[in-house]
C-alpha cells in the first residue's frame, strides 16, 4: 500500500474540501480579512490535513500489509484472523470482525467434512474385515473340495483377497500415522512374509527367485512394508513379459541407508511414464494393454513410504524390466530419534516422540 494510492483513493473527498476551503477564502478576501491571516490559517488547515493523512495512512498500511504478507506465508488462509492484531481503525475492524464469521463458517464446514471422511474411513474397515471372513471361507472350500475346483479358483479368490486389502490400506493412508509403529525389524522377515503369501501367483508364473542379502535391519513398520512389497510384486508378476522371467530382491548398506532393491525381468516402463508412475490413478502405457490396471498400487508404496520416513525410487534401465528402490535412513539419521530405544528393544512411535 503506497501514500499515493492511498491519497488517490480519497481524491474525492480532497477534491471536495479545497473546493470548500476556495469558498472560505474568497469570503474572506470580500470581508476584508488581512492576507496574512488568510495564508497563516491557509498553511494551517494543510498541515493539518496533510499529517492527519499521514498518521491515518500509516496505521491502515500496517494492518493491510500484515493481512497481505500473512495471507501468502500461511498454508490455511482460513485462520489468518488468529494471526492479525486488532485493528484501531473502524474499516480494519468491520474487516477483521467478517473474516472471523468465515473462519468460523469454514472451520464448521471443515470439521463436518472430517467427520463424513472419518465416517466413510471406518466403514471402509468394517465392510474389508467383514468381507475377508467369506473370502478365508471360500478358500477353505475350494481346498476341501479339489475335486470340484480348480486352482484358478483359489488365485481368483487371492486376487479378491488383495483388492479388498488395497481398499483397506488406501482408506488408512491419511492416518497411518495413528495405526503404524516403527521398530527394527530385519528385511527377511517381511520378504518372505510377502513370498509365502503369494506363492501360488509365484508358482503359476514361473519365475526365478534370488533372494539374497537380506539380513540388513531396518526401522519400519513390518506390516506396512509387507502391503508395499506386496504392491510390488503383484506388478512385477503382472508386467512379467515373456522370455527369462526372474525376481531379485537384495539389500545394500551404504552410508547413513540401507536400500532394498528390488528387480525384475519384466515388460519395463516407458521413458515418458516414468515420471509419474506414483501419481494417483495413473496406468500409463503398460497398464492400457489389457493388464487392468488400477494405478492405486504405486501411489499407496510412496504415500506410505513417505509416512514412515523411507524413500521410494523406480528406474527402467534400458527400458528393459523394473528396478523399485526402497531406502531406509540409518546410523547417525535414526540415533537422534530413536536415543538408543534399539537396546531397550521396545516399539517405537515415531507420531508420539515428534
Known amino acids: 500500500m503506497r501514500y499515493r494510492d492511498y491519497m488517490a483513493d480519497r481524491l474525492g473527498q480532497i477534491l471536495l474540501a479545497g473546493g470548500f476551503w476556495a469558498a472560505l477564502l474568497a469570503f474572506g478576501v470580500l470581508a476584508g480579512i488581512p492576507d496574512f491571516y488568510l495564508l497563516w490559517v491557509t498553511a494551517a488547515a494543510f498541515g493539518a490535513g496533510f499529517f492527519g493523512s499521514l498518521w491515518d495512512f500509516l496505521r491502515k498500511r500496517e494492518f493491510y500489509g500484515a493481512l497481505k504478507k500473512s495471507g501468502q506465508e500461511l498454508d490455511q488462509a482460513w485462520l489468518l484472523p488468529e494471526l492479525l492484531d486488532q485493528p484501531q481503525f473502524l474499516e480494519g475492524k468491520l474487516v477483521r470482525d467478517a473474516m472471523e464469521e468465515m473462519e468460523r463458517a469454514m472451520a464448521e464446514r471443515i470439521a463436518g467434512y472430517e467427520k463424513e471422511q472419518k465416517e466413510y474411513k471406518d466403514f471402509v474397515e468394517l465392510w474389508v474385515h467383514e468381507i475377508k471372513l467369506p473370502i478365508a471361507t471360500g478358500k477353505l472350500l475350494v481346498e476341501n473340495n479339489r475335486e470340484y475346483y480348480d486352482e484358478s479358483m483359489l488365485e481368483e479368490l487371492d486376487k479378491i483377497d488383495a483388492y479388498t486389502e488395497q481398499a483397506l490400506f488406501y482408506a488408512r493412508s491419511n492416518y497411518v500415522e495413528k495405526d503404524y509403529v516403527l521398530k527394527k525389524i530385519s528385511l527377511r522377515q517381511p520378504v518372505y512374509e510377502v513370498m509365502k503369501k503369494n506363492r501360488r501367483a509365484l508358482l503359476k508364473s514361473g519365475a526365478v527367485l534370488d533372494l539374497h542379502d537380506l539380513e540388513q535391519e531396518v526401522y519400519s513398520d513390518s506390516k506396512w512394508l509387507a502391503f508395499i512389497l506386496e504392491q510390488i510384486l503383484a506388478n512385477s508378476l503382472k508386467y512379467m513379459g515373456t522370455g527369462e522371467q526372474r525376481l531379485e530382491w537384495y539389500a545394500r548398506k551404504e552410508r547413513e541407508q540401507v536400500k532394498l532393491i528390488l528387480k525384475d525381468t519384466g515388460v519395463g516402463i516407458p521413458a515418458k511414464d516414468l515420471s509419474r508412475v506414483f501419481e ?20 499407496l508404496c510412496r504415500k506410505l513410504c513417505e509416512k514412515m520416513g523411507h524413500r521410494i525410487e523406480v528406474d527402467s534401465p534400458g527400458q528393459k524390466g523394473c528396478r523399485v528402490t526402497i531406502c531406509f535412513p540409518v546410523g547417525s539419521l535414526t540415533g537422534d530419534l530413536f536415543g538408543g530405544r534399539e537396546k531397550e528393544k521396545k516399539p517405537y512411535n515415531f507420531e508420539r516422540e515428534l
Not at 280 to 299: A, C, D, I, Q, W
Open 280 to 299: 494417483k490413478g495413473f496406468t500409463g502405457e503398460n497398464g492400457r494393454t489389457g493388464r487392468k490396471s488400477t494405478g492405486m498400487g504405486l501411489y
